[in-house]
């Protein structure tokens, strides 16, 4: 599995705007359904919309997309995490 850092990375390349619930795990690590429907969404239209991207970008896409979704479901529903920006999101990618 990834680390919290590497998911809120992941999470910060997909998000569509501050109001997003994938913005709001990026930013202060609170994981609820919508936030898991954001990712299962954004694989769903890889799937559906993207093949026609290059093979490897394709590919890359669904790995990221599916290692954020597996840290998101282990770790499970939770609300803001202190610190969360200090520790994960000021330090870079890890």
Known sequence: MINPR????IASL???GKGSSLYSFASCGAI???VIGSVKKEIIEQL?????????EY????????????FLVTVGERGP??????????????
């Open 81 to 94: 995490q202190d610190g969360w920006y200090e520790a994960v999101v000021a330090q870079g990618r890890g």
């Open 48 to 56: 559906e919309f993207y093949t026609g991207y290059g093979e490897k």
């Open 6 to 9: 590497a998911a809120a990375h």
């Open 59 to 70: 590919v890359q896409n669904l790995k990221e997309l599916t290692r954020l979704l597996e």
């Open 32 to 34: 609820d359904d919508s």
């Open 14 to 16: 997909w998000y569509v």
